[in-house]
């Protein structure tokens, strides 16, 4: 099924030391933007006294979203390289940020290009690659006499429930495998008294 993508499993770090500079790498799963700031805001307030705090990171299944940043270093020197280690590890859903203390010597864009990315090269190195698959959120809403035929449904296909509500209406929130989401959309709607209903 092509329903699949390479990210990482947890959080790692990478470091790299050039002339006495030094580019702390921490490599990090994400999932939104949202969280890409979140990590962003804490490692500028931790690592407040370091001059360049770079980035970069991929989101989506195919990678459609990505932004590289050199955060003051010259053109392409930093977010580039960091960019270039996700895609050459096929990753999304994957931000990876390098901090530079300055060293005092220059190290001119060929030096930066390679700090930048063997720094994070090391973060992916010290992280697991692992394979994770795109879910899609859905709502269902059934009878409670139809709740022995959902569950059994929920049990084969291996469906995460996120949170469910059972009163008169019975409602359950669950995250089905991308590849799956049509089987069980027929499946749901041979159920008497079941349906799904869209977020």
Avoid: W
Avoid at 80 to 109: A, C, H, M, W
């Amino acid at each position: 099924m092509e329903d699949t993508y390479l990210t990482l499993s947890k959080t790692s770090e990478g470091l790299y030391k050039e002339k006495g500079s030094k580019f702390l790498a921490f490599a990090y799963p994400v999932s939104d933007e949202e969280g890409v700031k979140e990590i962003l805001d804490q490692l500028r307030k931790q690592y407040y006294d370091a001059r360049h705090h770079c980035y970069a990171y991929i989101l989506g299944k195919n990678q459609e979203q990505y932004r590289a940043n050199d955060d003051g270093e010259p053109n392409h020197s930093a977010g580039d390289p960091i960019l270039g280690q996700i895609r050459s590890n096929e990753l999304t859903n994957t931000l990876i940020v390098v901090i530079r203390y300055f060293g005092g010597t220059k190290l001119g864009v060929g030096g930066l290009i390679t700090a930048y990315k063997t720094a994070a090269a090391e973060a992916i190195e010290n992280n697991e690659i692992i394979e994770a698959i795109v879910k899609r959120k859905i709502m269902l809403e059934f009878d409670y006499l139809a709740m022995n035929d959902v569950m059994r449904l929920v049990k084969d296909f291996d469906l995460e429930i996120i949170d469910q509500s059972f009163d008169n209406t019975c409602q359950m929130n669950v995250l089905v495998r991308e590849g799956a989401y049509e089987s069980f959309s027929i499946k749901i709607d041979d159920i008497d008294q079941a349906k799904e209903i869209s977020n």
